[in-house]
C-alpha cells in the first residue's frame, strides 16, 4: 500500500522572508484560501514573534482556514517566541508549535557561542514548555546536514524524550546532496524508530545547488513522513524544495515511490499564478510544472510525435496540473450565467446579489476592453473588487489623467480624489513614469522613494492586461503596490497610489496602536 505523505507548505513563512515577497494580511489570508482548495495538510502561516503585523497575519490565517487545515508557526528556543506561536495559531482545530534551533558546531559556536551541552538543553526547555500549551510539538534541528551526526541524534533523542511529536530535519543551506541525505535520513529513521515509533519523521530542504527537489524525494525514499515545501520553489536564497515538483514526481512515478499526497493536483497551477500575482515575482518560463513553457511543445518533430499519440512526448497532460482548466474565455456575451460559473470554479465567492450584480457589471466593462476574458483576468476583477469592499475608504483615489510623452519633456497631469476633494496638479520627469509619479509625490505632499518597479503583461490575447507591482520606502519601512489595468498608465498609477494607501493606513493604524 502507499504511504502517505504529509505536506507542509511554508510559503508563508520561509517564502515570504524572501525580499520583495512581502505581502500584507487579506493577501495572506487569500492565498491560506487557496492552499486550503490545494489540500496542503498544514500551513506554516508566520513566524509570529518577529512583528505586531505577523503576529496578526498568523492568527487571521489560523482563523480563515484552521477549521480544515493544520496550521503552524515558527518560534526561535524561548518562551516569547512560543507564546506567540501558540496566541496566534491556538484559535485552528489543529495547531502545533514549530520550535527552530540550531545543531550544527557552526551554529552552535558562531551563533550562539554557547556549548553544545547548553544548546541542547536549551531545546529541550523549549519542548517541555511548548508541550504544556499544546500536544503537538515541532522541533527543527537547523542546519542538521552539517551537524555532527551524534550530536544531531542525542539532539533528536533528547527533545523527542520531552515530547516533541514531529522531528524535522533541515537542510538550511542546501548543501547535502541526495544521496547523502536519504542516508542521513535512514539513519535518524532507524534510530527514532527505536525511541518512539509515533513521532514523524519531516525534510526540509534549500535549494542552493538546485537539488531541494531530489534531495526531498530522497529523504522520502528513506522514511521521512512529512515534507516541507513552498509554492514556486519560492524561499531565503536559491529557494525551497518546490511544492509542485514534489507532489507531480510523486505522482508520475508512482511506481517507484510508492508514495501519495492528498494534494488536489488540478488546483497546482492556479495556486503558482496567484502567487505570482500576490507577490510580482515570476515564475522562470521554463520551470517544471509551473512555467509557461512546461506544456508548450515547440519544435516540429515534438508536435508531430504528440499529434499521433500524446505520450510520445507528455508524462503528465496539463489538465492533471490545471492548465486546461486556466483557459477558459468568456466575453460580454458570455451572461451572467456563465460568469457565475467562471468565478466559482476558480474557488471565489459570487456574493449575494446586490455584489454580483456590482461584480457582473464590472466584467462587462473589462469584457467590452479587452474582447476576451482569461482566468487571470476574472482572478484580477475578484481580487480588486474584493479589495475595493475591504478599503471602501481609501486616502487617495485616481480622478482623471493625461500622460504625454516626447524625447524633450514628458508631462504628466493628474487629478486625485481624497475625502470628496480634488486636487489636480502637473509635472515633467525624465519620462513618462517619473512624471507620473512626480505629480503623484506633489499632490500627496509624502517622502516616498520608489525603489522597485515592475511591469508584466499577465494575459493572452491582443487587449492584454498590464500588471504593475512596485515598492515604495516611506519613513524607513517599504510598502508594496500593485494594479492591473489594460492601460499600462493608468495601472502604474494605481499601483503607487496603491502603496501609498497602505502606507498610509499603516501610520494610521500605527498611530492607533502607539
Ligand atoms: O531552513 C531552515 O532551517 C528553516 C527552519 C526554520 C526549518 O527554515
Ligand atoms: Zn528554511
Known amino acids: 500500500m502507499d504511504r502517505n505523505i504529509i505536506v507542509l507548505d511554508t510559503t508563508l513563512r520561509d517564502g515570504e522572508q524572501v525580499p520583495g515577497a512581502k505581502m500584507n494580511v487579506y493577501q495572506k489570508i487569500e492565498f491560506a484560501q487557496q492552499l486550503k482548495r490545494l489540500q496542503v495538510d498544514i500551513i506554516e502561516a508566520g513566524f509570529p514573534a518577529s512583528s505586531t503585523g505577523d503576529f496578526q497575519a498568523v492568527h487571521e490565517v489560523a482563523r480563515c482556514v484552521g477549521d480544515s487545515v493544520s496550521v503552524t508557526a515558527l518560534a526561535r528556543a524561548v518562551k516569547s517566541d512560543i507564546d506567540a506561536v501558540y496566541e ?3 484559535i485552528a482545530q489543529d495547531p502545533f508549535i514549530h520550535i527552530v534551533l540550531g545543531t550544527s558546531n557552526i551554529h552552535v559556536e558562531k551563533k550562539f557561542n554557547r556549548s553544545k551541552d547548553a544548546i541542547m538543553q536549551m531545546g529541550v526547555d523549549a519542548v517541555k514548555y511548548a508541550k504544556s500549551l499544546l500536544p503537538q510539538v515541532q522541533y527543527s534541528t537547523e542546519d542538521a546536514s552539517r551537524a555532527d551526526f551524534e550530536y ?3 539532539t533528536i533523542e533528547a527533545v523527542v524524550k520531552a515530547g516533541a511529536t514531529i522531528i524535522n530535519v533541515p537542510d538550511t543551506v542546501g548543501y547535502t546532496e541526495p544521496e547523502e541525505f536519504g542516508d542521513l535520513i535512514r539513519r535518524i529513521n532507524e534510530r527514532l524508530k527505536n525511541v518512539n515509533d509515533k513521532v514523524i519523521l519531516s525534510v526540509h530542504c534549500h535549494n542552493d545547488l538546485g537539488l531541494a527537489t531530489a534531495n526531498t524525494l530522497s529523504a522520502i525514499k528513506n522514511g521521512a513522513q512529512k515534507i516541507e515545501c513552498t509554492i514556486n520553489g519560492l524561499g531565503e536564497r536559491a529557494g525551497n524544495t518546490s511544492l509542485e515538483e514534489v507532489v507531480m514526481a510523486l505522482k508520475v512515478r508512482q511506481n517507484r515511490y510508492r508514495c501519495s499526497t492528498n494534494i488536489k493536483t488540478t488546483e497546482l497551477l492556479r495556486t503558482s499564478r496567484l502567487l505570482t500575482y500576490l507577490t510580482g515575482l515570476d515564475v522562470q518560463v521554463n520551470k ?10 515547440s519544435s516540429g518533430i515534438h508536435q508531430d510525435g504528440l499529434l499521433k499519440d500524446k505520450n510520445v512526448y507528455e508524462i503528465i497532460s496539463p489538465e492533471e496540473v490545471g492548465a486546461e482548466s486556466m483557459e477558459l474565455i468568456l466575453t460580454a456575451r458570455s451572461g451572467r450565467h456563465a ?3 467562471a468565478v466559482e470554479k476558480m474557488g471565489f465567492d459570487s ?17 467590452d476592453a479587452k474582447k476576451e476574458v482569461y482566468d487571470h483576468d476574472i482572478s484580477y476583477l475578484m ?5 475595493q469592499a475591504e478599503n471602501n475608504n481609501p486616502m487617495y483615489e485616481l ?3 493625461q500622460v504625454i510623452t516626447n524625447n524633450l519633456y514628458p508631462t504628466a497631469t493628474v487629478e486625485l480624489k481624497k475625502d470628496g476633494e480634488s486636487l489636480t496638479g502637473s509635472a515633467v520627469g525624465d519620462g513618462p513614469i517619473d512624471a507620473l509619479y512626480t505629480v503623484l509625490k506633489t499632490l500627496t505632499g509624502l517622502e516616498v522613494k520608489l525603489h522597485h518597479y515592475k511591469i508584466n503583461s499577465i494575459s493572452r490575447g491582443k487587449e492584454a492586461v498590464g500588471r504593475v507591482n512596485l515598492q515604495i520606502d516611506y519613513q524607513g519601512k517599504t510598502y508594496s503596490g500593485r494594479a492591473m489595468d489594460t492601460d499600462i498608465i493608468k495601472a502604474s498609477a494605481l499601483a503607487f497610489l496603491n502603496a501609498i494607501n497602505a502606507a498610509l493606513l499603516d501610520k494610521a493604524h500605527n498611530r492607533k496602536e502607539g
Do not use: C, M, P, Q
Open 152 to 154: 544531531l541524534w542525542n
Open 288 to 297: 517544471a510544472i509551473t512555467g509557461d513553457n512546461a506544456f508548450a511543445h
Open 383 to 387: 481580487n480588486s473588487h474584493r479589495e
Open 88 to 90: 496566534s495559531v491556538k
Open 399 to 401: 480622478g482623471s489623467f
Open 339 to 341: 460568469f457565475k460559473n
Open 351 to 367: 456574493g449575494d446579489e446586490a455584489s454580483f450584480e456590482t461584480l457582473f457589471r464590472k466584467f462587462l466593462a473589462l469584457a
